[in-house]
């Protein structure tokens, strides 16, 4: 079983950064893609970033540019860096983890808040 541990959200204001991080429990960190998901109100999940375990990213084309997300194997830890904040970031940012070849993400975590203010 996997656990998916988020932190770092908070209230910024647009043009600030900030910094998401999710701690992996459970199984091998390195069998995982890991990705970060977004849910703004009344509006569907959408994938933010990805990454493999040999790091490589895809980002959506909303953040690039602003957003990075890199992977510790050590830590079994993935980071969301944030910058150049806009309002329409504002959503619970969700931590996934998928197991290599598989089609879909199986674990989630709880969810972690970013509001941004114009």
């Known amino acids: 079983q996997v656990e998916l541990a988020e932190s770092g959200g908070g209230v910024v204001r647009a043009g600030d950064s900030l910094t998401l991080s999710c701690v992996f429990y459970?199984?091998?960190?390195?069998?995982?893609?890991m990705g970060w998901f977004r849910q703004a109100p009344g509006k569907e999940r959408e994938l933010v970033a990805a990454i493999t375990p040999g790091g490589s990213t895809f980002d959506a084309d909303s953040v690039k540019g602003r957003f990075t997300l890199s992977r510790d194997h050590a830590k079994s830890t993935v980071y969301l860096q944030m910058n150049s904040l806009k309002p329409e970031d504002t959503a619970i940012y969700y931590c996934a983890a998928q197991y290599i070849g598989a089609s879909s993400y199986d674990y989630w975590g709880q969810g972690t808040q970013v509001t941004v203010s114009s």
């Open positions: 459970g199984r091998t960190f390195a069998q995982y893609v």
